[in-house]
């Protein structure tokens, strides 16, 4: 018998890249169904063949996948992380509560992004990524318009992508912006975009103004670098950019934006490309170089002590010691007051805004499935300088809701002194002393 008819199926989210998938298969004759996820789909796809479903309907989206043929699944678009609360299950996700479960309790995107693949190719789908179905989404190597990084700007772009690699083994975000050999900030939980709002922010109050024209080219300095995270799962979460990342990236004044050639796609290609050259912004796919800096022994075990009145559980002091192997692992580029995190999940790192900034913005983070607000669980994990308040530190984790703080390089006789604030609070306090919780005057510079 001749082998089935190709069908694309489309697991879509926001954005524009479920519309452009759709648009290159049906021009290219090929059949396709969309399942839009009804929360997230911000694009009208009605003059598609669709289906839209609830973010707990498992058994509609399954049959709607069947009842097309689907032989291949591409799941795109961007989506927002659900509360538990908020989910109407139908009967398909009963059925499949163990998967479902498994597939919420993930700590981090790389492990739940797996079983979600796993899960769809367990029921007879053949995951693939977009660049399968639509080979043009991918960034090649060399500018993608008129301009090119030069050498200054390819030395950032090689820090920017040894500094994410570094990261991988903690799931972190894909992006950092490089300007001038010095990190200025780190992806978290939150989007590309978001980072560089974060970035616009931070620069306009050191007195760069932000503007959507840009800047003359002269005036500009950094890099947005993204690049994939070793192990991860490049079927369903490649390292983006578009039009709104140009954007973005001229009103934080940067001079361009480079990707892991072959490692990323391209959304809305030709307007990119337009808006990049029309205001002086290169967007470049580069070679990954030689192996830099990795975590390796950086990464040693951290010996904290409980220091006040209520207890940290197990999965808290993992928590403690991922934020402190974090801090380890960008020790070679920079000195980082540490890392905020919450069930094995990373959800913001400090670079250069300091302590109480951090565990501010990771207040507004939260990973996936987690209800907001209603439940603490979260550590911040904070290298003590001097002249760092540390009352002033406890009091902002209690205002963001955390569970807890880790403090690395104070002896536990000095903590002392603070542990009434934790308890006050109702938060667990840890401290550990010594050369692996990295004692020393922080800095951002490499």
């Not at 951290?302 to 192997?325: P, Y």
Request: aromatic letters at 4%; hydrophobic letters at 45%.
């Amino acid at each position: 018998m001749p082998p089935a008819p190709r069908v694309v199926g489309i697991l879509a989210g926001a954005g524009s890249l479920p519309r452009e998938i759709a648009e290159y298969v049906r021009a290219d004759g090929g059949a396709l169904h969309i399942v839009s996820i009804a929360s997230e789909g911000d694009r009208d796809l009605s003059d598609f063949p669709l289906t839209r479903v609830g973010w707990a309907q498992i058994g509609a989206m399954l049959r709607a996948l069947r009842r097309a043929g689907v032989t291949d699944l591409v799941i795109v678009g961007a989506v927002r992380r659900p509360d538990i609360s908020s989910l109407k299950p139908d009967l398909g996700a009963l059925l499949n509560l163990p998967a479902v479960f498994r597939i919420l309790r993930s700590a981090g995107d790389d492990n739940l992004l797996s079983r979600i693949v796993r899960f769809f190719e367990e029921k007879g789908f053949k995951v693939v990524s977009p660049v399968a179905v639509m080979p043009s989404l991918a960034v090649r190597e060399g500018p993608a318009g008129a301009l090119r990084a030069n050498s200054g700007d390819m030395r950032d772009i090689a820090l920017g992508f040894e500094a994410v690699r570094a990261l991988g083994p903690f799931d972190i975000g894909q992006a950092v912006v490089v300007a001038d050999g010095r990190i200025e900030v780190i992806e978290g939980a939150e989007n590309t975009d978001a980072m560089l709002v974060r970035l616009i922010e931070r620069r306009a109050a050191g007195g760069v103004a932000a503007s959507s024209k840009g800047q003359p080219v002269a005036q500009r300095r950094g890099v947005l670098v993204k690049r994939p995270k070793p192990r991860q799962e490049m079927r369903v979460d490649l390292p983006t950019i578009g039009p709104e990342t140009v954007t973005r990236a001229l009103e934080a004044q940067l001079r361009g934006i480079a990707v892991l050639a072959d490692g990323a796609i391209a959304l809305e290609r030709a307007e990119m490309i337009r808006r990049a050259d029309d205001n002086g912004l290169f967007v470049e796919g580069v070679a990954d170089g030689a192996a830099g800096p990795g975590v390796g022994d950086a990464a040693t075990a951290v010996q904290f002590i409980e220091a006040g009145k209520h207890r940290a559980n197990a999965q808290q002091r993992n928590d403690a010691q991922k934020g402190a192997a974090v801090r380890a692992a960008l020790r070679p580029f920079y000195d980082c007051a540490g890392a905020v995190v919450d069930r094995g999940h990373v959800l913001a790192v400090e670079c250069g805004e300091g302590a109480n900034a951090l565990v501010s913005r990771a207040s507004r983070l939260r990973q996936w499935g987690r209800r907001a607000r209603r439940h603490r669980s979260a550590v911040a994990v904070i290298a003590v300088s001097p002249g760092d308040a540390i009352d002033g530190i406890i009091d902002a984790a209690a205002a963001a809701n955390l569970a807890g703080v880790a403090l690395l390089g104070v002896p536990a006789g000095s903590v002392e002194a603070h542990a009434g604030v934790a308890a006050r609070h109702g938060l667990f306090l840890l401290t550990a002393d010594g050369e692996a919780a990295g004692t020393g005057h922080r800095g951002v510079a490499p």
